[in-house]
C-alpha cells in the first residue's frame, strides 16, 4: 500500500480521507519538505501560520488588520487571533479530506482548542477532516540541526535554497540556475539558531508530552534521507489513527 501511494506522488493525488495531519520538529528538522510530499501524494492543503498570518493582513481582512495593529507595536499575535486565523482556513472547501499543519499548534493551549475545534458543531461539515489528528514528529539532533541551519544558502534571485554542508552549488557561493551570489538569513547565524532551538525545545516539550500521553505522537528519526523519512510519514499516515 506504501508503495503504491508513493508511486502516486509522480501521477495523480490519492483521493482518500486522509485527516488532520500534524508535523512537529524544530527549525531545521525538515518538516516544510516532508509537507510538501505530503501534500503531493494526497492532494490535500499544506496549512502554514506564517502563511495564513501574512495573507490575512496582506488582504486587509478584520483579522489581518488586528495583527498588524498588534506587530506594529512590536507584540507578539495573541494565541486567540492565530486560533481564528486557522479556524477559518480550516473551513475552506480544499481541506475537507484532510490538511497538514506546519507549525500550529506550538503550545498546549493551541493543541486543546485544536481538538476542541475539530470535535465541534462548526466543523461537524468537513468529513474526513473532522477525524483525530494524526501527529508526527520530526526527530534531529542538536548537532545536525545546527550543520543544517547554518550551511543554509538561498539565492536572491530565484529563491532556491542550497545548503554548503549537504547539498552544495556546483561553484561555490553562486546559484546553479542564474549565478548569482548566494546568501545567508540574518536569522540562520549560530548564536541566533542556538537560541531558536532552545526556545522551541522548552515550549514544544510539553506539546509533545500532551500527544504522547494520548497515544497519538509518532516519533521519526529525522536524521537520515529525506526519502527514507518521507517513507515512513506516508506510512505512518497509511495506518491512521492507530499509530
Known sequence: MVTKVMAAANSQPVAKCVGPIILLGAPGAGKGTQAKQIAEVYGIPQISTGDILRANVANGSELGKQAKAIMDRGDLVPDQLVCDMVAQRLLQPDAARGFILDGFPRTVTQARWLDEFLGGKLFENQGCAKLPPIVIEIAVGYNQLLRRLTGRRTCPTCGRIYNVNFQPPRVPDACDIDGAKLGTRKDDSEDVIS?????????????????????????????????????????????????
Request: aromatic share 6%.
Open 195 to 243: 537560541e531558536r532551538l532552545k526556545a522551541y525545545e522548552r515550549q514544544t516539550l510539553p506539546l509533545t508530552e500532551y500527544y504522547g500521553s494520548q497515544g497519538r505522537l509518532r516519533a521519526l528519526d529525522g536524521d537520515r534521507d529525506p526519502a527514507i523519512v518521507a517513507k515512513e510519514v506516508i506510512a505512518a499516515i497509511e495506518h491512521g489513527h492507530t499509530v
